[in-house]
């Protein structure tokens, strides 16, 4: 299916196809139980705190992962600009879970030594961020 014709930046029908298939994944079963899980967890923990209390191969740690792999993923798609970024914010993608596991995705940084795990998510929080601040901006300057 190829793009109608429409201004640099703005959304076309590709961006739209993509998004509702992403919307599917976002509040299917298995994503809506994972979200419904995260929400229970405190905020705060390391990712060894949480590996200890649901341990790989429970359905708990599964939940994490797929939360953390969502947003790692839509960060990605962000970046390299295969989803539009001002229709992901726009809909509902405003929200990455990293306020509440910013404290895991940091330490999983140390114990594996690696200063790019999760940055997709981290940078996809403070893309969000910016996106509700200059929409709020526009709203309050008309």
């Known amino acids: 299916m190829a793009d109608a014709p429409h201004e640099e930046g703005a959304p076309g029908r590709e961006d739209a196809y993509m998004l509702v298939r992403l919307l ?3 509040i299917g079963s298995p994503m809506a139980e994972a979200r419904n899980f995260i929400r229970t967890v405190p905020d705060g923990r390391t990712f060894a705190e949480l ?3 649901y341990p790989p191969g429970t359905k708990e740690f599964q939940y994490i992962d797929t939360v953390l792999a969502f947003w ?5 798609l962000i970046k390299h600009g295969l989803l ?3 229709l992901a914010f ?4 405003d929200a990455p879970p990293w306020p509440k596991m910013e404290a895991a995705a940091k330490s999983l940084r140390l114990e594996r030594n690696n200063a790019l795990e999760l940055e997709n998510l981290e940078s996809m929080y403070r893309r ?11 709203r309050e300057t008309g």
């Open 24 to 26: 599917e994944v976002f």
């Open 72 to 76: 790692e993923t839509m960060g990605s």
């Open 84 to 86: 539009n970024e001002e």
């Open 51 to 53: 590996r200890e209390e």
């Open 90 to 93: 726009d809909t509902f993608l």
């Open 128 to 138: 969000a961020v910016e996106h509700i601040a200059r929409r709020q901006l526009e």
